[in-house]
């Protein structure tokens, strides 16, 4: 059967001050009534059922986890607390093995709840064929056409000896192999690259082997768990040592505070990318609004309460806040109980290390 698991633990730090330890981005509510959490489970429940879904999340949002996840249908049961925080890899290891005890042939689907997807049937065809290349023993990463010079994404290169015409991305492309599954090419990996400075951005997206890394895996859990133990073995004695929950919450330290990407997906040879056209986003940082929200004729993006003159190619972000503007060019204005951001433009990558230390900075 299908599953799938959400990432749902992070802190979301690149949204302050929507975004907050509290209340992180997960549950805001960006595009519609319902959160970006109760989206994404929502959005993968029908190659899956509500039944199949997991969701990995910290243990100090259980409250609104519950919430959230029963307003999408997802079982309680379903919802696995992390002990700390340990990044990636520990979560979706620890749901592998869960999943893989009730189900020999279970076929996951792992997706972080912070993406915006335009259209959802190229979406969900996509994931369609990534679980039928994962049930013949491939790994999938989907991957994004990078069209412009994203920094805030990773990138994946695709390998190349032969050329041929895929009229679905209607562009040239160089596939490693004749493979394809369903509607669409599978293309074996040649490497991950972590996310560029702008002037490396650049240089990629000239090459149309390389995709943006969307974060979203598929596999058979048999397929995982046998990378586990060959790639990270000290963590999958940990797994075998874990009869329950409540043990695996004793082994917890004993897994790699990594991504899943650098625990496995850079490393193993079971790697293939099936390409996803679908309008796909990461709500990664305040950046992105402008590719979501429509502007107005001087480019400005206004959500909330919010008067200008004047000013040209701004966000503002003012939910329950007035907020007035005069003369501005190229900010974004983030006003909420939480704090006010102010930022240029070109420097939204940066919030993050400054949140850190600000918290840092209140810190006793």
């Not at 290891?93 to 912070?114: N, R, T, W, Y």
């Not at 996310?195 to 490396?200: A, E, H, I, R, S």
Request: glycine content about 6%; hydrophobic content about 40%.
């Amino acid at each position: 059967m299908n599953y799938a698991v959400i990432l749902a633990g992070g802190a979301g730090n690149r949204f302050w001050p929507a975004s907050t330890e509290a209340q992180p981005k997960q549950f805001l509510k960006v595009f519609s009534r319902r959160s970006l959490l109760e989206e994404t489970a929502l959005r993968i429940s029908g190659l899956t059922g509500s039944r199949n879904i997991y969701i990995a999340a910290n243990r100090a949002h259980r409250r609104q986890i519950i919430s959230h996840a029963n307003k999408a249908g997802v079982l309680t049961e379903n919802l696995f607390f992390e002990p700390q925080g340990r990044n990636t890899f520990a979560p979706i290891a620890a749901l592998a093995k869960i999943i893989f005890s009730q189900d020999k042939e279970a076929v996951i689907a792992v997706l972080p709840a912070d993406h915006s997807i335009k259209e959802n049937n190229k979406f969900v065809r996509a994931l369609e064929d990534a679980f039928l290349a994962a049930r013949k023993g491939k790994i999938i990463v989907l991957g994004v056409p990078a069209d412009y010079p994203e920094t805030g994404y990773g990138y994946v290169k695709i390998r190349s000896p032969g050329h041929s015409f895929d009229s679905a991305q209607d562009r040239q492309v160089t596939p490693s192999t004749s493979l394809r599954a369903g509607r669409s090419p599978v293309y074996s990996v040649e490497k991950f690259i972590e996310k560029p400075d702008l002037p490396t951005a650049r240089e990629l997206i000239k090459d149309k082997r390389y995709y943006w890394n969307a974060g979203i895996f598929i596999f058979k859990a048999q397929v995982l768990l046998d990378q586990i133990k060959r790639l990270q073995p000290k963590a999958f004695k940990a797994l075998m040592r874990s009869r329950d929950r409540h043990s695996l919450d004793k082994h917890w330290n004993d897994f790699p505070s990594l991504s899943i990407d650098y625990a496995i997906m850079e490393k193993t040879n079971k790697l293939a990318l099936i390409p996803l056209d679908c309008r796909w986003l990461d709500l990664g940082s305040w950046g992105v609004m402008e590719k979501i929200f429509k502007k107005d004729r001087h480019g400005n993006i206004s959500r909330g309460r919010h008067m200008d003159s004047g000013s040209n190619n701004i966000t503002v972000w003012s939910p329950g806040v007035s907020v007035v503007t005069a003369g501005l060019k190229d900010l974004i204005i983030v006003n909420t109980r939480s704090g006010l951001l102010v930022c240029a433009k070109d420097r939204t990558q940066e919030v993050k290390s400054l949140v850190l230390a600000l918290k840092k900075k209140k810190t006793p």
